[in-house]
C-alpha cells in the first residue's frame, strides 16, 4: 500500500475527519454534533488553516456542509452514533 497519499486529490470533506475523531477524544467521546462542528472549526482557525468558506446555494458555508458529511461518513462506517 503507498504510504504517500495526495491528500489533494482526496474530496475535501475527507480532511475532517480526522479533527471530528481528534475533537471527539478531547470531548471524552461525548458531544453534541453542533460543539463538534465549533471545535473542528476552531481547531483548524488555530492550526493558521483556512477553511473553504464559500456559500452553497442553501445559504449554509460549504465547511459545514463538509464537516456535516464528514461526520454522516464516520456514521455510516459505525464509528459514531447517529444523533437522535
Excluded: C, H
Excluded at 486529490?9 to 471530528?20: A, Y
Excluded at 458531544?31 to 493558521?48: E, F, L, M, R
Aim: overall charge neutral; aromatic content about 6%.
Amino acid at each position: 500500500m503507498n504510504q504517500n497519499i495526495d491528500t489533494e486529490k482526496l474530496p475535501e470533506v475527507v480532511r475532517f475527519i480526522p479533527r471530528i475523531l481528534a475533537t471527539l477524544r478531547e470531548m471524552n467521546g461525548v458531544a453534541k454534533a453542533g460543539a463538534v462542528k465549533s471545535a473542528v472549526v476552531q481547531a483548524i482557525d488555530d492550526a493558521g488553516e483556512k477553511v473553504n468558506d464559500q456559500m452553497l446555494a442553501s445559504g449554509v458555508p460549504k465547511y459545514q456542509n463538509d464537516i456535516y458529511w464528514a461526520r454522516m461518513y464516520l456514521v455510516n462506517a459505525g464509528l459514531l452514533e447517529p444523533t437522535k
